[in-house]
């Protein structure tokens, strides 16, 4: 199993200028990514503010999050927490992030996704352009249309983060652990790193973390807009 690092999730999240700053999400569209993130593992915490963050306020925020400690309980907020509260405002997303374990089942009833047809009729949201940036795409599929699928949310050169949806009424049936493990597989065979985070309020995905026995390593704390 390949060593979770703070900084390697927090730059498979974002796009980083050379100053350190959040210039956006790695997301297909590219949002502006949050205020503020912060990283934790068990051996040190690295944070960033985004780059439209006035420079006194994100010293201050800096100054705080280079005092961070690492993460000794995954379920416990940062230290500072209040400090970057108070100092950016935002809402607050609060969560795990896992590593995929060393040996994983292969999953023959997976396929891939290489078109939008396979994807238009339950999941309407998706574009053909986003296809190439989402790659590699997963699918377990019903009558030729996919029922529930796994993706690159966020893709770097060294690392990828796992997107998961499933149609409405084929949820509860497991197919969400099937996709995310044939996408791990996929992930490692484009030489990347397969990385899968969530929230702490979102028990579906942190059930499907359990399921494939993930390897919970750091969290994910950041400010919102």
């Excluded at 900084?7 to 990514?33: A, C, M, W, Y």
């Excluded at 493990?181 to 030489?191: E, I, K, M, P, Y």
Aim: proline share 5%; with cysteine.
């Amino acid at each position: 199993m390949k060593a979770f690092t703070a900084e390697l999730h927090l730059q498979t999240l974002f796009i980083l200028n050379d100053k350190g700053q959040i210039v956006s999400t790695r997301e297909h569209g590219r949002s502006p990514g949050p205020r503020f993130a912060l990283v934790r593992d068990a051996f040190r915490s690295v944070g960033a503010t985004r780059v439209d963050v006035v420079d006194t306020v994100a010293a201050r925020v800096n100054a705080f999050a280079n005092r961070e400690p690492p993460a000794s309980d995954l379920h416990a907020e940062p230290v500072h927490a209040k400090q970057y509260i108070a100092l950016l405002g935002g809402r607050v997303h609060f969560g795990p992030a896992y590593i995929f374990p060393d040996a994983i089942a292969e999953r023959g009833d997976v396929v891939p996704v290489e078109t939008i047809s396979q994807l238009e009729r339950h999941f309407r949201g998706w574009s053909a352009d986003e296809l190439p940036e989402c790659t590699p795409i997963v699918a377990v599929m019903e009558q030729g249309h996919a029922v529930s699928v796994c993706f690159c949310a966020r893709r770097s050169l060294v690392a990828a983060e796992a997107g998961v949806e499933t149609a409405l009424r084929f949820r509860g049936q497991g197919l969400a652990a099937r996709v995310t493990t044939a996408w791990a597989l996929a992930v490692r065979a484009s030489g990347r790193i397969p990385l899968y985070s969530t929230s702490w309020d979102n028990p579906a995905s942190l059930g499907v973390a359990r399921t494939l026995g993930l390897h919970s390593c750091g969290s994910d704390w950041s400010l919102s807009d």
